[in-house]
């Protein structure tokens, strides 16, 4: 039945499309007839070279090329499409021959063409011959050459309408040469005409996924060759990819290019038929559409896939263009490394499995072994190898044989993803070294006069020693009286109580180191103690105070003061708190008086009142002062603003009433009101 729909399907699109090319080719018919070209002659004079088409003009029928010899021997060449009549002049070269042999009679002179014709199987030059002589005539009514002028100086090459054959019979190197009989004097001018047409050239199309609707290719996706596209297996049953001339390079219509198709460099369909090339022409100058087929017929879906390489050829060339056909990722094509976790003591046989640790071991070599928790069919996949973010190994293998410590990461790699996952190779600690070195003094120290013998540093008391731990690992420095950790050990001032056994011990999963250094204190210089003055009183004289001393380093042997620095033990505090008997006297402190609220009629003033420690000036509660307090407030400015009674008579039965509270009687009856409330 699908053989049966296929060859239904394939009769209706040759009937559709030949319906198409004759529509075409009356369009065709119609627009030349309205478009007519006026025939044109491109002209070559005999200096220059001659470059066809002239200024990317295509040089056709009824265009024409006419060629001035030069009036010397130099050879020209002359490359031309094969319709194109061609005009070669030899006039410059009989002038030049008379010119130079004057006088001469025309009738002395001869002219005889030559063709050397190039042959098209062997690629080389055959035997020079007369043109009137060979190659004979196609037609008796067409000749292959025409000769015009007095001595046949024009000579006429044939193109237009001629067979392929006879074209081919026209190139070749044409000399024409001209002779003053009598004298025995000749000249002559070649040029090459090469009238081998071109090869076709792959047209490059749009983008990947164009689809083209054409005939009954509608809903079907066509891709130009050199784009590149992937497939999965729900796409449509079937689509193309197209193969054919660029037609902005004009080349021989006959025969026109064939197209020859491999997949992945086998160049037969294989037995499921999984494409084969249409036997007809989609547009003008195309015969070069693969068909491929993704539905029942194709059993795996790498049948498809690949590389697709067309091979566009005609008797004169070929060109070649490639697509990549590939599966469209989906998420099981993003390949997952199935790894795993944890530290493990003693790899089996040792082999690591990504994303484990462990410490290596006697032998120092391991495997750490990059597994992917499925296989990927469509996509292929690499393996890429770090230590520590550099690259130690980029191919597919997915195990990698160590024998250093170091974070080693795998990572697998594709075009639809990728995944990586790290693990991390200990060794047992190690610390390089353990010194200590004095400050300012070149060497251990132990070379001095006086120096201890069978320690590992010297130092002279008061020195400022540094003791370091070199290691990867992380560690801590133990001392007589001191422990740091991941850091140097800074001793200033060295004295007796630091001599002893230093240890560095560092540490990591693969266990433990430690290293020792051993310091004795050497004899170099003078040393102190610290000698302190009587304290002074206590002050203040009451409660708690401060007291002073001085303090100074004394040699121990002559009693001179030295430097601090020459005494070892702490320098004795130079200042203390002390207490004296008895409380501090305490007493009543006023501020000034403020201005007074009013200036007449009996104003207030204020002034602030506390308890003050005397001599520490310390504020405290009132209750700690003995005696009266001060006032705090005062009337001021007693004399009255108003001086008489407004109605005497009257005021003086409301005096010492509620009536002077009113502000209207207040006014009006100020000294009676204020002699009544003053009573009052």
Known sequence: VKYENATREATVRRSILLMEAYVIFSLAIILTACTAQTPREFVFPWIGPITVPVNNTIVQP???????????????????????????????????LINNNQPVNISELSLTWYLKQLSSDLMTFEQEERVAETPPPITPDQPAFILNGSLDEILIIQGTNLPTQAIEGRAGDYRCEVCINIRNICQDSIVTVDIRDDPPVIAVGPEIGTFIESGNDIGHPVYNISNDFCILPSMPEQFFIDCYHDTSFPIRPDP??????????????????????????????????LRIYNDDMTEDINDILGTYV???????????????????????????????????????DGVLIIGQSTCLGSSNLLTIECPLLSELSFVETTHTWTKNGVVVIAETNSSLKVSAPGEYVCNVSSRCGSNSTSSVIYISPVVTSFTGTIVGVTGDGCDRDR???GSDLCPVLGETVTVSCDTIDPYIILGPNRTISNEPLLINSINASDEGTYTCIAENICGVFQSDLRIMLG????????IPTPWSACEP???????????????????????????????????????????????????????????????????????????TKEIVNDSMCSGSKPIAQEYCNLSPCCTEDLYPAQCKFIAGSEMCAEELYKNMCCCSCRMGLSYL
């Open 541 to 615: 004289d009451c409660q708690e105070g401060n007291r002073t001393r001085d303090v100074r380093c004394v040699s121990i042997d002559s009693g001179a003061t030295l430097p601090e620095d020459h005494c070892t033990e702490t320098k004795p505090h130079t200042m203390e708190q002390c207490t004296h008997r008895g409380p501090c006297q305490r007493e009543w402190v006023t501020t000034d008086w403020s201005s007074c609220s009013k200036n007449c009629d009996c104003g207030e003033r204020t002034r602030d009142v506390f308890c003050q420690v005397s001599i």
């Open 256 to 289: 026109a290019p064939a197209a020859i198709w491999t997949l992945n460099g086998i160049s037969q369909p294989d037995s499921k038929n999984t494409f084969f090339l249409e036997d007809e022409p989609f547009r003008i100058g195309t015969n070069g559409r």
């Open 62 to 96: 009824p265009d024409t090329i006419r060629i001035e010899l030069a009036d010397n021997a130099s050879q020209r060449v002359l490359r031309i499409r094969e319709e194109v009549d061609v005009t070669i002049d030899c006039t410059r070269v009989v002038e030049s």
């Open 523 to 530: 004899e170099g210089r003078e040393v102190g103690i610290w």
């Open 310 to 348: 067309c091979v566009l050829s005609n008797p004169f060339g070929s060109d070649t263009a490639t697509t990549v056909v590939t599966k469209c990722c989906e998420e099981s094509d993003i390949p997952v490394i199935n790894g795993s976790s944890g530290f493990v003591q003693t790899p089996q």
């Open 451 to 453: 120096s201890p013998t």
